[in-house]
T-cell receptor, first 112, second 115 residues
């Protein structure tokens, strides 16, 4: 079936360091979304990527969608303590239902 | 900012009992979803709902589960006979439309504990 994997599972950084999480789908995606879940919270939509090779930026966050539309990455420059949480990619494989398959997530811890 | 509202925030139930989890999606959204997250694990798709019927469901969503939209605002998930392994955080979500351009808005979740 459709699976979405993320690495690493956990990353601990010092505040100010950069962070990257990688997302890989077993099959080609229609689009990919990224969500952030704070500890004890719910997933919050960050962004969606649709086009092959697309790159989008939100302040210190850079999102990329691979050329083959099977992988994606999220890079955070100069992490802050407010970046703490689990980052999930979520793949959409097309079709009218808009079902998302969530990745395994990367938990980011930031030490001040 | 519009929110998806879920009640209760926490429910404890005896194994074998029925539970109903409630959600009020964003009013102009057309697609509704239930997901669950076992503690520390990923967010798993249960079911999607559109135009008053189930669009798609996962293997997890067996005969013990059902969804309803009894009126114009509420969207409920019923588990008929709860099992210990049903203990999880259940999230309701809605999206404005299907297709490539719409993120989901998640509710704050209901933590279900089956004892």
């Amino acid at each position: 079936g459709q699976q979405v994997m993320q690495i690493p599972q956990y990353q601990h950084v010092q505040e100010g360091e950069d962070f990257t999480t990688y997302c890989n789908s077993s099959t080609t995606l229609s689009n990919i979304q990224w969500y952030k879940q704070r500890p004890g919270g719910h997933p919050v939509f960050l962004i969606q990527l649709v086009k092959s090779g697309e790159v989008k930026k939100q302040k210190r966050l850079t999102f990329q969608f691979g050329e083959a539309k099977k992988n994606s990455s999220l890079h955070i420059t100069a992490t802050q303590t407010t970046d703490v949480g689990t980052y999930f990619c979520a793949g959409n494989y097309g079709g009218a239902t808009n079902k998302l398959i969530f990745g395994t997530g990367t938990l980011l811890a930031v030490q001040p | 900012e519009p929110e998806v509202t879920q009640t209760p925030s926490h429910q404890v139930t005896q194994m074998g009992q029925e539970v109903i989890l409630r959600c009020v999606p964003i009013s102009n959204h057309l697609y509704f979803y239930w997901y669950r997250q076992i503690l520390g694990q990923k967010v798993e798709f249960l079911v999607s709902f559109y135009n008053n019927e189930i669009s798609e469901k996962s293997e997890i969503f067996d005969d013990q589960f059902s969804v309803e939209r009894p009126d114009g605002s509420n969207f409920t998930l019923k588990i008929r006979s709860t099992k210990l392994e049903d203990s999880a955080m259940y999230f309701c979500a809605s999206s404005e439309q299907a297709g490539a351009n719409y993120g989901y808005t998640f509710g704050s979740g209901t933590r279900l504990t089956v004892v």
